[in-house]
């Protein structure tokens, strides 16, 4: 059974940071890609960055120079580093595990 299990969420004040975290189990994962999405109240799930299993990135325009991915495929752990943040980064983060498998997500509210 694949699980995918999120940390790192939580409150922080517009220009904080915060490190997200997300680790699966039960499935290989140096072979796939991973990313991360989010989504706000009444909007869609958008994605946010990703990274191929060839360390391709690609992110959001809203988010470039500001959020970082990576991953660790010995934890089969990947990592979103939040920087600079804003209000309108608030939000449900989900990780994505070949774009098949879903984490359960983590709330990240951004406000003074």
């Known amino acids: 059974q694949v699980q995918l299990v999120e940390s790192g969420g939580g409150l922080v004040q517009p220009g904080g940071s915060l490190r997200l975290s997300c680790t699966a189990s039960g499935t290989m994962f140096s072979i796939y890609s991973v990313g991360w999405y989010r989504q706000a109240p009444g909007k869609q799930r958008e994605l946010v960055a990703r990274m191929s299993n060839g360390g391709i990135t690609n992110y959001a325009d809203s988010v470039k120079g500001r959020f970082t991915i990576s991953r660790d495929n010995a934890k089969k752990t990947t990592y979103l580093q939040m920087n600079s943040l804003k209000p309108e980064d608030t939000a449900v983060y989900y990780c994505?595990?070949?774009?098949?498998?879903w984490g359960q997500g983590t709330q990240v509210t951004v406000s003074s």
């Open positions: 994505n595990l070949s774009g098949n498998y």
